[in-house]
């Protein structure tokens, strides 16, 4: 977030900084989060 402050404060372009932001943080948080569901139902099968 910190990086979109600082190009955004450099560009004024404000509302795209942010808005590539949220979508850089969702497309990693996504498949993460996916990820673990995933482990985890593989997890409490195995025991």
Do not use: C, K, N, W
Not at 6 to 15: C, E, G, N, Q, Y
Not at 28 to 47: D, K
Request: positive net charge.
């Amino acid at each position: 977030m910190y990086q979109g402050d600082l190009i955004a404060s450099r560009t004024f372009v404000t509302f795209d900084v942010y808005i590539f932001v949220a979508m850089f943080y969702l497309l990693l948080t996504i498949p993460l989060s996916l990820g673990v569901g995933y482990l985890e139902r593989r997890l409490a099968r195995s025991h």
